[in-house]
Structure formats: C-alpha cells, structure tokens
C-alpha cells in the first residue's frame, strides 16, 4: 500500500508539474499575443487652454483626426488607438508636474504637444520613464530618443510678418511682445521680424519685451502701453493669453497688430492688419500618423515651412482687403510670390 500509495504521489507531482509547464506555456503565450495586439494609446498634453488658443485647438484636431483615421482600418475593437487629451492650462510653472504625472501613469506609449519650451521640460522626465515617447510641434530639440520634433520654418513667418509692420508703420517703430525667452524666440522670431521690418522701410527699429508668461493679459496691456509711449504702432505680439491685452490697448492707442499662427482677423477687425499661420493641424496629423505605423525618427528634427505649404499668409481675408490700402497688398503679395518662387530667400542666418 505504501509502495502504491508512493507511486501514486510521484505521479501526482508529475502532473502538477506538467499542468503547472502547461499553464506558464499558455500565460506567456497570452502575454505575448496580448503584447503584440495591444493597441496604440496616446495623449495629448496641451500646455494651455484649447477655447484661448486656436493653435493648441489644431493640435488637438490634427491628432484626433489621425486616430480616427488609423482606427477606421481596424476590425478589432481591442487593437484600435485610444486617444486621452489633456488641459493643463496657462501657469507654466505648472507644466512641469503635469507632465510628469502624465508619463508616470504609465498608460501611454506616447504623449503629443506642442510649445517650444517642452523639450526642456520633458528631457528630465523622459529620463525617469524611458518607456515613454514625446513628440513635440513647434519645437526643436535633436539626438534625445525619447523626443521627435516638428519645427516651422519660421524665418520665412517671422520676416512676412516683420515686412509687413515695416511697411505699415507710420513711425518707423515695430514691437514684439514675447511670452518668455527661448531659443525659436531669441535665434529666429525676433531677429527675422526685425530684418523684415527694416528691409520693408530702411532704417525702422524693432523694440522687444517679454510679459514672462503666456497668460497674462495685465502685463501684455501695461507692455504695449509702454511700447506706445516710445512711439511704437505696430506690434507682433507671440505671447498666448497675454495677447488679449495687447489686442485691448492696441485698440485704445489706433495701434496696430500682425498676428501669428492663425488666422485672427475676426479678433479685431482693423486692429489687425495680417495674419500669418503654421498648419498645426497638418503637423499633427502626419505625425501621428507616422507614429501609428511605426517610422517615426526618434532623435531627429524635421523642419516645415512655407514652401512645404506648412505657413500660410491670408491675404484673401476680406478684413485684410479691407482695412490694408492696396499699395502695401501688392507689396506683400510680390514679397510672397517670390518666397514660393524662390526668387527671393529668407537667409539661414542673420
């Protein structure tokens, strides 16, 4: 009976442990099959509010759309991209932490925005979650492979709308009003607008202030007040929610604004007097669309411009026609059919 009962107990461990191989075998391949089907997710992290910022708003739309497009080729339910967008609102000292509770969930394999000031922000983060990728629009940033960057050319941008100013401008006297310093803003946006403005009308000067964040309004209205009492009239102000004070005491003085990255004509009829756009919504979608099949360039930065059909000038806008006298419109649109010709070249470098 002992021998018996022996042998039964062997046999009992034996099949333990062959139910036990079984059920390993059949979990790991579970998991495996879960790994390769598991579907996309991504989020979008909008370092603002989307209702006070059309630009943030394409960013959003771009994605969406590409999700959309992706998932419509997609019978199961379970291998269709999710798609999470997140407002983290105007204070950017916020930014930061936000952002890192966003990658530290874990659920996302990709988070997706657009400022030029994330790189930097998102380089430590990307450190403490390596499992976690960036893609980054109108930003620049090369050889981190957590990060893909999609930056304007915005030479061509920042010296249309510099031109523009300088022919407009009675005074000879532009102003740019910037949210904060960063390297777009101090290489490129600044220096090319003033070339604009000086090459429009020989001899015109660019005074450049920094209201030191993106949200508020207050400093924009008190800046242009002050950019007024030194004889400015007109400015570009690049300075997100701050811009509504510039709008505001732009109308009480009879200044004049040139607007970025979106048509904001309708803002303040008049007041504005051009609008040049980066197609966010464009950049999105082809970046998404390119992570979702797998060839994004981790590392690299591809670089967009008005050539590329990425920068657009409205200059059929019926407040452009409206309010700019015709000389200063067939200048303008000489100055953009030589862009896109390619008889006229904005320099690399200043």
Known sequence: MKSNSKKISAFGKALVVLFSLAALTLTTASCSQKKKSKAPSIAVFIPGIMADSPTYAHVAEGVTQAVEEYNAKIIDENEKAKLYVMEAGTNQAEWATKLTALTATGTYDVIISSNPSLPEIAAPIAKQFPKVKYIFLDAALEGNQSMYTVSYNQRDQSYISGYMAGLYSKTHKVGLVAAQEYPIMNN???????????????????????????????????????????????????????????????????????????????????????????????????????????????????????????????????????????????????????????????????
């Open 188 to 350: 490129i946006l600044h220096p090319y607008f003033a070339k604009g403005a000086e090459d429009a009308y020989k001899g015109t000067s660019c005074d450049f202030r920094i209201v030191g964040n993106w949200y508020d309004a207050s400093k924009g209205a008190e800046i242009t007040q002050a950019l007024y009492n030194t004889g400015v009239d007109v400015v570009l102000p690049i300075c997100g929610g701050a811009s509504q004070g510039v709008i505001s005491t732009a109308k009480e003085n009879d200044m004049h604004i040139v607007w970025f990255d979106e048509n904001g004509f309708k803002k303040a009829p008049g007041t504005i007097i051009s609008c040049c756009m980066t197609k966010q919504d464009l950049a999105a979608k082809e970046a998404t669309l390119e992570y979702l099949a797998g060839n994004t360039k981790w590392g690299t930065v591809r670089t967009v411009g008005f050539k590329e059909g990425y920068v657009s000038y409205f200059d059929k806008d019926e407040s452009y026609i409206k309010y700019v006298d015709s000389s200063i419109r067939e200048k303008m649109s000489k100055l953009i059919e030589d862009l896109q010709t390619g008889a006229v070249t904005v320099p690399a470098s200043l």
